[in-house]
């Protein structure tokens, strides 16, 4: 008889041990949206967003929101590889508008058996200047968009550094579209032109850009996985990068992503990775 009781016992406590769990899940996840989207003004909803081509603040960023990114990528080509840097800046002046500042740097190191001088020069790449303005939250459907700008003054490379000191600029126009389908699960497209005008020849190009993103975010944290497709149409030839994703707290205003990059197209660029350190300082 009593180990009839006690089998009972267990088997009753592990019924509302999964119970509770099952209940406790749902509500860190309606609380955490809560604490996000509705406990402050004016409306914001929650989206996960992409490591690699990262917003200009979250949609629908508040006053005072800001955050700092340093990342960090490899990328193996064929006859060298070239290491990439950013220091990146972002705040909100007012409610939904973002503004940034990025300085972005390129290191190249020959592989075995290629000389030095066929390997292009390490470079500030350039100075990016952006600005987002989203239009619309809509908290009933979990849907924003914004529309935004990045302005890229080009810098000689270091071996050529000052003669001239910026070699042209890049003038880049964009939409975004984020819905959130349930509590877990987002997706995100970022997508518009970018106009590439040269000041020694005055030529001017014009490429492409459209990255969609998929995310599923686990259940009352902001770590999520996904995966973020990074294509470019150029000279009518379509580029596409897919880059496997995750991100993690590692406390409250500190946050890590890590990112892999598999080109779908044989070409000089193979593998690639980059890691994204996330930094928001605490704001009223």
Do not use: C
């Not at 990439?84 to 705040?91: I, K, M, Q, S, T």
């Not at 066929?118 to 100075?127: F, M, R």
């Not at 990074?230 to 379509?238: G, I, W």
């Amino acid at each position: 008889m009593k180990i009839k009781y006690i089998i009972t016992i267990v088997t009753l406590w592990v019924t509302i041990s999964y119970s509770f769990a099952q209940i406790t899940n749902t509500e860190k996840d309606s609380l955490y949206i809560l604490q996000t989207e509705e406990l402050k003004e004016p409306d914001k909803v929650l989206h996960a967003e992409p490591l690699y081509i990262d917003l200009i603040r979250d949609l629908g960023a508040r006053k005072g929101e800001k955050e700092w990114n340093l990342g960090l990528g490899l990328t193996d080509n064929l006859s060298f590889d070239s290491y990439e840097a950013l220091v990146e800046y972002e705040w909100a002046p007012v409610n939904r508008l973002g503004l940034e500042v990025e300085l972005p740097f390129t290191f190249y190191a020959p592989m075995k058996g290629t000389e030095r001088d066929s390997v292009p020069s390490n470079q500030l790449n350039s100075l990016k200047l952006a600005a987002q303005w989203t239009f619309l939250v809509n908290a009933a459907h979990a849907t924003s968009m914004a529309v935004g700008y990045i302005n890229e003054f080009e810098l000689s490379d270091f071996r050529n550094f000052g003669s001239p000191m910026i070699r042209g600029n890049v003038y880049n126009p964009f939409l975004v579209v984020a819905k959130r389908w349930g509590s877990n699960y987002h997706t995100l497209i970022y997508t518009g032109p970018m106009f590439h005008q040269n000041f020694s020849n005055k030529k001017m190009y014009t490429t492409y850009d459209i990255n969609t993103s998929f995310h599923y975010m686990i259940t009352g944290t902001r770590n999520f996985i996904g995966v973020e497709l990074n294509q470019t149409l150029d000279n009518k030839e379509l580029k596409t990068v897919m880059r496997p994703q995750m991100r993690l707290g590692i406390s409250e205003n500190l946050m890590v992503g890590i990112v892999a990059g598999i080109p779908v197209q044989k070409g000089n660029e193979r593998l690639s990775s980059f890691v994204r350190l996330i930094w928001e300082p605490k704001h009223n």
